[in-house]
């Protein structure tokens, strides 16, 4: 299945600069690649040439688990099997393990570290060294011990970067001298491993096994990854600030040969994506400039037509003034720029002249397609934009990807079973419960139960779509791509099947304009998963002859919390404090996600509040840059 990134807009040209340069913000030498995939592959091949390097002596490599990895033992794995590797002569050691803790359970680290990866290669069974999480209480001090002993001096450690900056299982309040012992799991790092037991706190370890600081710190290389925007501020924190226990990973700066390798969007908060201007020599485009002064006006609490040719010089933007100055000219390009962006109109308003708006004025009525990954990302995300597309008369049609049945509380299951018994319909509470409680951690969902819950969340997003007048029999579409269809937080590979349901919902409804998802930097998430399958979808039928997808335009939209950058946005749509109150009651028809989501995240603050807060800050921005004022907007990217 095809990769997909999101367009380049400008940037630092490297090639120009000095390497010393181009990392003079970084305590660890930091590597951008576009995707997590292309970085796995490149640390893959180091790790095969270092343990080719040894020839027969041992080569002692330590490894983590968790969703970083992933790719790169994907990609190992390819490797071996192309015969370019051999683990013969390689002694893997893993850097955690849950506590206490069977290794035949699903989620050890022991069984997900075989199942990933060892059981794939030709490694000897002895040469596996994997904290035992069954070790009795009495005995864990004087195993930790031995255990902290085997795993020093590694060859290579190899390990992914937690959204807190942890390492292991090295949480805030870690010292560098800590070495291989139990730690108390934190609550917000045991939320954190929650998703990998079906959301069930109870059920979520609240110990572990952990290599040390100090321990790590004496392998002779350090590989350091981070994937995804939800490790951009840890990546900041360790890469760029000085050592801090709030962020352990930060430590790993004293050592003399470790590298970081992470994605477009893990790096998004470094210095030379933020402002690399001040690394070197940058190609201009239009949405470059626009970034760069949006920046600027931000770091001298200005709007864009205040800046004077002061504030540019005192904020290393000579080179834009030398290459498109004036400043007062590119002030006000800027500013017309950004403005052209905002439209009531996202749908095109017919019979106008939309040489200077973001969408044509025609056909009208437009036929419209919005990719919701789950049965709530569509309001979440795009809630006032979709009730406008509907109450200006286009044929509004929202597609439910996957049927986000994982993310039902077992509790609003047994509320449902229980209405239908007191209206009159049969008594099945009793034996739904006892499918529940029949349910071991970690291990995929009964089916029948995942069916109960897949319809609930058809039932809020068929809801929430008739609460501002969309047709839910005739324009409301339920995909369930089956790669989504596995029963637990690990889904199956995308495949062409999952292509094919998109396809035919394409062919059938032949859009004017698509919105879908734009999270393409998230290497594991569903939303990344369904947008590529769609983009991928649409290119098989433009390379069959389907020409007429050549004038439909994608949009790209964000999650409930994050948003695209000024920098990037081809179109915002304003909201009216009416639209905000009509979006969140559509929000609000998804109750089961409401207040006992399984899979909330870090952020305490409801979906509603999320998506609200992030549109009120967008205009908010707006208005600091010197637009006009609104409640909320929210905005897009235009990727064809």
Known sequence: MKHFTL?????????????????????????????????????????????????????????????????LYKWLTRKYQEGKVSFKNVEVYS????????????????????????????????????????????????????????????????????????????EAGTTPSSR?????????????QGKNFNGDFKHTPSEAITVGIDTMMSAKKIILMAWGEDKANAVKQVVEHKADSDFPASFLQNHKDITCYVDETAASLLTRVVSPWLVGPCEWTRKFIRKAVVWLCQEVHKPILKL?????????????????????????????????????????????????????ATPYPKTVLIFSPHPDDDVISMGGTFIRLVHQGHNVHVAYE?????????????????????????????????IIDSKKPGEPEPKELLAIKGAIRRSEARGADRSFGLNDNTN?????????????????????????????????????????????ADPHGTHRVCTEAALEAIEQLKAEGEDWLNETHIWLYRGAWMEWELGRVDMAVPLSPDEVVEKRHAIFRH??????????????????????????????LYDELGMAEYQAIEVFLKLY
């Not at 995707?35 to 002692?60: C, G, L, R, Y």
């Not at 498109?324 to 052209?340: A, R, S």
């Not at 986000?404 to 419960?433: N, P, S, T, W």
């Open 7 to 71: 367009p380049k807009e400008g940037g630092l040209i490297e090639t120009d600069i000095p390497s010393d340069i181009l990392h003079s913000y970084e305590k660890i030498r930091t590597e951008i690649y576009d995707q997590s995939t292309t970085a796995s592959e490149v640390i893959a091949d180091t790790i095969i040439d270092a343990i080719n390097a040894s020839k027969e002596k041992t080569f002692k490599l330590g490894l983590s688990t968790g969703v970083t990895p992933v790719s």
């Open 95 to 170: 850097i955690d393990e849950y506590y206490p803790y069977g290794k035949g359970e699903p989620q050890s680290r022991n069984n997900i570290l075989h199942n990933s990866l060892l059981n794939a290669v030709d490694i000897k069974e002895e040469n596996i060294h994997i904290p035992d999480g069954s070790v009795p209480g009495d005995k864990i001090s004087a195993y930790c011990e031995e255990y902290d002993r085997m795993a020093r001096n590694l060859d290579m450690l190899v390990i992914g970067m937690g959204e807190a900056g942890q390492v292991g299982f090295n």
């Open 180 to 192: 291989t012992r139990t730690v108390l799991l934190s609550y917000q790092s045991r939320k954190r």
């Open 308 to 360: 004077t040719q002061k504030d540019y010089l005192e904020h290393s933007l000579g080179e834009l003034l030398d290459k498109f100055g004036p400043y007062d000219k590119i002030n006000i390009e800027v500013f017309n720029d950004l403005q052209h962006t905002i439209t009531g109109w996202p749908g095109g308003k017919p019979n106008a002249d939309d040489s200077q708006r973001p969408v044509a």
């Open 402 to 434: 996957t049927s986000g049945d994982l993310a039902v509380h077992d509790d609003v299951v047994l509320q449902h079973m229980d209405a239908a018994h007191q209206l009159g319909f049969a008594d099945e509470f009793d034996r739904i419960k006892a």
């Open 476 to 520: 409301v579409h339920f995909l369930d791509l089956p790669f989504y269809e596995s029963g637990g937080v690990k889904k199956l590979p995308r495949t062409q099947a999952d292509l094919d349901i998109i396809k035919a919902l394409i062919m059938k409804l032949r859009p004017n304009q698509i919105f879908m998802a734009g999270d393409l």
């Open 591 to 620: 109750l089961s996600q409401k207040d006992i989501v399984p899979f909330p995240g870090d952020d305490p603050r409801e979906f509603w509040q999320r998506a609200e807060d992030r549109t009120q800050n967008t205009a908010r």
